[in-house]
Each structure stands twice: as structure tokens, then as C-alpha cells.
């Protein structure tokens, strides 16, 4: 009997310690610490313009969107400082949306299917800083997108255009967009979430410019 209560008392005291040591390394070692988007998408939609409104826009300043942010996940015992490098990825999204072109419907992947018929646009249209900081103590940081004055052309692009028969068409999808890319390319710390490293800023437009 005194056996037990002693093997008792030695399972308890070991298990005290290993959830003290459990404990005492949480803070650093839960969770996996990486840098990504926290959202991989948002949409904008234009409705058709007439004149006035075309008029408007060519007065317009360059418009910031703060509508994404990079983030850092991970339960650690000091957020640091991290500067995250970030740049336009309009290269890889036009790689994606030619090789969509001719794939076999097996061949396609969802960011093919959500962009085959996209155009990806690079810098005249809009810019985005090279480098954001997510500050000591904090999770994220918003990430500026400034669209040029030259937004004019995103109403007058002609891949952003339907032609009569299209928007009469029942069959035609309407899914034509601007998107605008951005990819996380280096941080200085902790690793990128590689699944989670690119964002894509649509814009939608429903009808054409009158």
C-alpha cells in the first residue's frame, strides 16, 4: 500500500513538472509563426459611366485603398519588429491567365478559372510601397494601394470591355476583371506562409462606358 501512495506521489509530481515545463515554453513554441496576407482577395465594381462621371474621374487625385494587410501569426513572448518587402506581381498573374487559355478543364486551377478571362495590371496603374512594418507588439500592418490618376483607363481598357453582343448574351460570363497583384517576396524575420504570400485586388465592372 505505502508503494502505491509512493508511485502515486512520484506520477503526480512528474506530471506537475512536465506541464510546468509545458507551460513555461508555450509562449514560444505554440503555434507556427508566419507572414501572409490576411485576406487573399477584394472586389471593387464599377457601374457604367456616362459623361459627366468620365469628367469627374479626370479631375480625381490618386485614390489610396487600404483594404488588405500582411500579418504574423504565431503565439511568441515578444512580437518584434518585422519589415516585410512586398512588389507587383502583374508577371505571374499574366503566366496564369495565358497558360488558361489552351488548359484542358482538368488542367485548371481555381486562380485559372478565376482569371481567364482577367487582365493583370502592372505599374502605370497603380503603386504600392516596397516595404511595410509591422510594428513591435503588433499582428499587422495595412498595405496602401494607390491607384494613379490614370484610373481613367480602367473604364476605357478594352479587355474591361463588353461588346454589344456580350452584355446581351445569356451564355457569356461576366466575369471580365482588372486585378491588381501583389506578392510578399522577403521578411526579415519570420518565415512566408508560401499559400497565403499573394494578393489580388479585382475590379469588376457591370456594363460599359455609355
Known sequence: MKLTYFNSAVLVALSFLLFT???????TEFGNSNVYFSSITSIMT??????????KIKA???????????????????LEEITVSIAIDSAYLDSVITASQNALPTQMTNLMTA????????????????????PQGDRRVTVPILIKRSRLKLYDNAKFNYNTADLASTTVPKDKKLVLPIKITATTSQPILQKQNRYYFQILKIGNLK
Do not use: H, M
Open 21 to 27: 515545463a509545458c507551460e513555461e515554453k508555450l509562449p
Open 60 to 78: 480625381e487625385a490618386d485614390t489610396v485603398y487600404n483594404i488588405t494587410s500582411v500579418y504574423r501569426s504565431g503565439v511568441v513572448d515578444n
Open 115 to 134: 482569371y481567364k478571362n482577367s487582365k493583370a495590371l502592372g505599374g502605370s496603374y497603380f503603386s504600392i510601397p516596397d516595404k511595410v512594418i509591422i
Open 46 to 55: 464599377f457601374k457604367g459611366l456616362d459623361t459627366l462621371n468620365l469628367d
